[in-house]
């Protein structure tokens, strides 16, 4: 079977590729979310000499995935997914309620609400 084929730009390319583009755009400087407006202290680790190889700041942002979004963000999106899917938009509305209220800090609450705006735009 043929992959499916998107036109971007004027270029086709395969699904894949498509996708793969846009999550690149999620962590643009240009796009004011993800790794580039939220680094997580990573900037603070770089600065105090923790984080200085490539090699570090992989596995910062890959301890940042198991030991954070895979443990709680990703569970919610997956739920909000197949809420949302299912036009179930009372479901959506009270897990977005749930994360808001169990961020620790309001520093937090309006990081995830900026990011939320930002995605939305």
Do not use: C
Not at 20 to 26: K, N, P, Q, V
Not at 65 to 85: E, G, P, T, Y
């Amino acid at each position: 079977m043929a992959p499916a084929v998107a036109m971007t730009m004027g270029t086709a390319m395969t699904t894949e590729a498509h996708d793969r583009l846009h999550l690149m755009w999620l962590a643009s400087p240009a796009l004011p979310v993800g790794g580039f407006s939220y680094s997580e202290v990573l900037e603070a680790a770089v600065d105090k000499g923790l984080v200085t190889t490539e090699a570090q700041a992989s596995q910062w942002l890959t301890d940042q995935l198991h030991l954070s979004q895979a443990r709680s963000d990703l569970a919610v999106v997956a739920q909000a997914i197949d809420a949302w899917r299912h036009n179930d938009l009372p479901r959506v509305a009270e897990l977005n309620t749930w994360v808001l209220t169990t961020r620790e800090s309001s520093e937090l609450r309006q990081q995830t609400q900026q990011t939320g705006r930002s995605l939305v735009d």
